[in-house]
């Protein structure tokens, strides 16, 4: 199973994602979330990343503007909304998928996750209508924790997303959680 580290918001809690064993980590930019961090800190944590780990400029934005200057970061993948414009990138494009929703733009995976990163626990009957329906990787997202990763494994996504559930408070990572997290995650194929 594959898993992303999402709300990172320092270089630190990046490497300790990283040495955990997660795959990718996810920085939340141009939002109202508590995770979210400057362009400029999104930089430093995406400096910070080893060469084997994916990093993810997350955002709420359909500001053109904002999302150049994240583009302007040359980040490996990005995830946007179902619907936003993103201009020619050598990015991975990741659009986000709620009830009713559909990527209408091109996009190398979906991120089913209705609860935009409120830590919602994900609605399991949407989720596996994406997965059922769904050519491209499917991510699944929303409300996980160590504790659950079996209900979400056990539906097939390509990979899993969590942020609040591996936090000792917003925006800042729980080594023990993080670690619970992955280690339930890798008992899955």
Do not use: W
């Not at 930019?29 to 997350?58: N, W, Y």
Request: hydrophobic letters at 40%; aromatic letters at 4%.
């Amino acid at each position: 199973m594959r898993i992303k580290i999402c709300g990172v918001t320092s270089p630190g809690d990046a490497c300790l994602a990283e040495e955990a064993g997660a795959d990718a980590v996810g920085i939340v930019v141009f939002s109202d979330s508590p995770r979210s961090v400057a362009v400029e800190r999104a930089g430093e944590i995406l400096d910070s990343l080893g060469p084997f780990i994916t990093g993810v400029c997350v955002t709420a934005t359909e500001n053109t503007e904002e999302i150049d200057d994240m583009l302007a970061l040359r980040p490996p993948a990005v995830q946007v909304g179902a619907d936003v414009s993103i201009p020619r990138t050598p990015a991975r494009v990741l659009r986000m998928v709620g009830p009713g929703e559909r990527p209408s733009r091109h996009c190398d995976a979906v991120v089913i996750d209705a609860s935009r990163g409120k830590g919602l626990p994900f609605n399991r009957e949407f989720a596996r209508q994406v997965l059922e329906n769904c050519p491209l990787p499917a991510v699944l997202a929303g409300g996980l924790t160590p504790d659950n990763v079996g209900a979400a494994a056990a539906l097939g996504p390509y990979a899993l997303d969590v942020a609040s559930g591996v936090e000792s408070r917003p925006g800042v990572k729980d080594l023990r959680l993080v670690r619970a997290f992955v280690s339930a995650c890798r008992r899955f194929p």
